[in-house]
């Protein structure tokens, strides 16, 4: 999923639009059961569980940041013993 697919993503999900990926999403207008939304939705799509403290972090807090976290859990092997 590219960037643009992405924030699409947001969009449909929080009802938002999403002009630059590098904004965060709290000035975006995303509220608290909107990132809740996202975060299952997230998970849905990718097959991975997002850590929804990960999303204080202001590195990650944006679309661009959110992909990359998310791109990067996708690509991680999976612990031993799951």
Do not use: W
Not at 17 to 41: E, F, N, Y
Request: net charge negative.
């Amino acid at each position: 999923m590219n960037q643009s697919q992405f924030d699409q993503l947001v969009e449909r999900i929080c009802s938002v639009k999403v002009t630059d990926p590098q904004t965060p999403l709290v000035d975006l207008g995303v509220d608290s059961l909107h990132t809740i939304a996202l975060v299952m939705a997230v998970e849905e799509e990718f097959g991975i569980e997002v850590d929804p403290d990960a999303l204080a972090d202001p590195a990650l807090a944006s679309p661009a940041g959110l992909l990359q976290y998310v791109q990067t859990r996708a690509a991680a092997p999976a612990p031993a013993g799951i």
